[in-house]
DNA sequence: GGTGCCATGTAACGCGTTACATGATTAT
DNA sequence: ATAATCATGTAACGCGTTACATGGCACC
């Protein structure tokens, strides 16, 4: 549903053509989830279906212009006013993958941590490569929502990574795996903090 | 196509019934992502056209048991050879709604950061209550599994947070918005540090 | 007047989800 | 007996995605 709200947010600023808010919506989300053109205009057809916006084509031009009706303005206004919950996102790919490895037999859970943990190492670095030097943009500066978007990613793979880091110190004391060509660890090391560092309670206001 | 590999993953330590899978999948992964059990039959059905697994009715009875076929095998491996990259991963909602908020004229982005801000919180706190108080189990123990799914909810809810912070002090920097009925903060307030808190480098080996 | 590329759409597919339709088993 | 719940499926829908099918416009 977030593609439909987002393209209800960029009308919002006054009617668009198509392409146009593929522009726009590639130019706030940045190029890290490249957004198909045909997915907007068969998001804008199913808004439309719905009542939330209305296509229609200015004087002689065979192309259509769409704008907010004011339901779409109700459903706009819902969506910021409303906060994203857990019910909303899908479930974590890594999530389940980590949880089902452990769970079955005949699975090295620990390779599994490993393997990941490289990629989101990299994944990571490459973020933040970013940020350091962004790609030539359209205006002189770059635009705060890519930034906010940026800054999420790099905020997301250095939980997944610290979260990986968690699991194999679990995983470590709950089974204590034959070290690989390596006399077995003292137990107690790779010791990992059992909260997340930031203390929850401190942003509360 | 995560419960598909999860199925699949159930189905390595030998054959199951439809409803078997769903009990064991909620069971690793908790009741935080309830799957629907039709999901579990379809799913299957799919896996069975797509040479993944076989289903067999066993001697008189009604219902089907399947098990992994060969190519099934194959992909399983694959899956937890190959690290989880962005591309796996849908697109952020909470992200695109405040790159956008950001973006679109006449949207308070502050407030929709911090209704999230409020919502994320009471969701953290939820998660630690759980972790702290696990619900009556079947068995003695809570599994691991679920341990491991509960602390990833746990560390992104608190990476969302910071990140929610973050964005308030990256958006009070580039906006000197109007204080709401008080006296303009001073800038330099409301600091945020740049970086995401943990050393990436540290944990490359 | 072709050879591109930009722009605008349409059609079809796949997966996750929901709702519905039944047997089997147990409770009262 | 009948109600309730468990267990096993099937059918249909919605959204995101991909592939295809065209028009306009440059530019050589």
Not at 112 to 125: E, N, P
Request: with cysteine.
């Amino acid at each position: 549903m977030s593609i439909a709200h987002g393209l209800l947010a960029l009308l919002q600023d006054g009617p668009r053509y198509g392409y146009q808010l593929r522009v726009e919506f590639e130019r706030a989300t940045g190029s890290t989830w490249p957004l198909n053109v045909g997915q907007v205009y068969t998001t804008l057809a199913r808004l439309e279906r719905d009542g939330q916006v209305a296509g229609h084509a200015p004087d002689g031009e065979g192309r259509l212009r769409y704008e907010l009706t004011a339901s779409g303005r109700e459903t706009l206004a819902g969506w910021f006013s409303r906060p994203v919950t857990l019910g909303d996102r899908p479930r974590d790919e890594l999530a389940i993958k980590l949880a089902l490895a452990a769970t079955a037999a005949g699975v090295d859970v620990r390779a599994v941590v490993q393997v990941q943990r490289v990629a989101t190492m990299q994944r990571l670095q490459e973020l933040t490569r970013l940020k350091r030097d962004p790609g030539p943009t359209v205006s002189g500066d770059t635009d705060l929502a890519w930034i906010l978007v940026l800054d999420n990613l790099r905020f997301m793979a250095e939980a997944e990574l610290r979260w990986l880091e968690h699991c194999e110190g679990t995983l470590t004391r709950a089974r204590p795996a034959a070290a690989t060509s390596a006399p077995a660890p003292a137990p107690g090391s790779d010791q990992v903090p059992d909260q997340p560092s930031a203390d929850p309670q401190e942003a509360l206001r």
